[in-house]
């Protein structure tokens, strides 16, 4: 993605998501895909419900992918789950950033 890309998709997402504390994570080269950005919001408290009786179950894999199909508001839902089958082990990498982002305050999409 050119830099004039990811700048206008940092404003898009902004712009959408004004409250939310948001995420970049960049995946390279991962093979066939190319470069993937994923952004991700942080997790919210019914979403922690959820979350958490899954994990206590020993259902981590159900439960980061579930979690990471909430909080990602980039790609589009289509493309992260096609980008899952390439990597699926990101739902543990995507869920886990989503959870940290919870009690902090800053934006973070500068770092990709």
């Known amino acids: 993605m050119k830099a004039e890309e990811l700048d206008a998709l940092k404003a898009e997402l902004r712009a959408k998501y004004?409250?939310?504390?948001?995420?970049?994570?960049?995946?390279?080269?991962?093979?066939?895909?190319?470069?993937?950005?994923?952004?991700?919001?942080?997790?919210?408290?019914?979403?922690?419900?959820?979350?958490?009786?899954?994990?206590?179950?020993?259902?981590?894999?159900?439960?980061?992918?579930?979690?990471?199909?909430?909080?990602?508001?980039?790609p589009s839902r289509e493309a992260l789950e096609a980008f899952l089958e390439v990597l699926p082990v990101a739902c543990e990498k995507i869920a886990s950033e989503a959870i940290d982002l919870g009690g902090m305050e800053a934006e973070d999409l500068g770092n990709f």
């Not at 019914?46 to 579930?66: H, M, T």
Request: glycine share 6%.
């Open 18 to 74: 004004p409250n939310s504390k948001l995420k970049g994570l960049k995946f390279a080269d991962v093979p066939g895909r190319g470069d993937v950005i994923v952004v991700l919001r942080s997790l919210t408290q019914p979403e922690r419900v959820l979350y958490i009786p899954k994990i206590k179950r020993n259902e981590d894999a159900a439960a980061n992918k579930q979690l990471t199909l909430q909080v990602t508001v980039h």
